[in-house]
């Protein structure tokens, strides 16, 4: 099965920590809001790319003992060579990618390198959910605010672009990222777009937002755009909370 129509799921949210040890996680209800969207049958087939941090192998595993008890895990890798033969056909072969976070600015030049700019089209396109955090939401956009350049946030314009908008993540709990996010909308450096506080996500179905979601309380996503007085104009997105 595939979605409907096109689906990206664009968040703030990552793994739950159950806390015996740094990796070891939960997969939290944004996954099932995936496979669902996926039109998956049996078990869903998530997989991950954890490109964005260099491919950690600790992180791989954490990644799939957060999967495995719900989902049929798996994983694509660049480093030091891709994992598997046929990249495409595994995206393909999908119910859903989640795209891990770390350096927007690097996953971006190595997927262009290799080709999975265009895989991942290829599998939008063809109904399988592309989902993630920070990293992982920035990428399917023109761009966004990112620290993958230093502690000091810039932003980053070359995103995929198959959400023609821009992207806020961590807005919230990162006190540059808002400020920011408004500066480079205002000065035109950065479309209109959405952002998202920790613990929301955004679902996209071709390129519409069709309503946003939240694994926590007291978070939101915000609609920013540049208003006729060219100052960022900011309105709240309350989203929908996803059962825990």
């Not at 033969?85 to 600015?105: F, K, P, Q, T, Y």
């Not at 023109?142 to 000091?152: M, V, Y």
């Amino acid at each position: 099965m595939a979605a409907d129509t096109p689906t990206i799921i664009a968040t703030s949210i990552g793994f739950a920590s159950r806390g015996r040890d740094r990796f070891d996680w939960d997969a939290g209800p944004i996954f099932d809001l995936a496979a669902d969207l996926s039109g998956a049958t049996g078990t869903p087939k998530v997989c991950y790319v954890g490109t964005a941090t260099g491919d950690d192998a600790a992180l791989i595993t954490g990644v799939y003992s957060a999967l495995s008890s719900r989902f049929r895990p798996s994983h694509l890798e660049l480093f030091s060579m891709p994992n598997v033969d046929d990249v495409l056909g595994h995206m393909l072969d999908m119910d859903v990618i989640w795209v891990g976070g770390g350096s927007v600015a690097n996953l971006l030049a190595l997927w262009r390198l290799h080709g999975w700019d265009e895989h991942f089209r290829k599998a939008w396109e063809a109904g399988v959910v592309l989902g993630g955090v920070s990293a992982g939401s920035l990428c399917w956009h023109l761009g966004g605010t990112t620290d993958s350049f230093g502690p000091d946030l810039r932003p980053v314009t070359n995103g995929l672009g198959f959400l023609p908008y821009s992207n806020g993540v961590h807005y919230n709990s990162e006190a540059q990222r808002r400020p920011l996010y408004h500066q480079l909308i205002e000065d035109g450096t950065l479309a209109p777009g959405t952002a998202t506080d920790d613990g929301v996500g955004l679902v996209f179905q071709g390129t519409d937002l069709v309503e946003a979601v939240a694994d926590r309380p007291d978070c939101f996503a915000y609609s920013v755009e540049r208003g006729e007085d060219g100052k960022a104009v900011e309105t709240v997105i309350e989203p929908r909370r996803l059962d825990l």
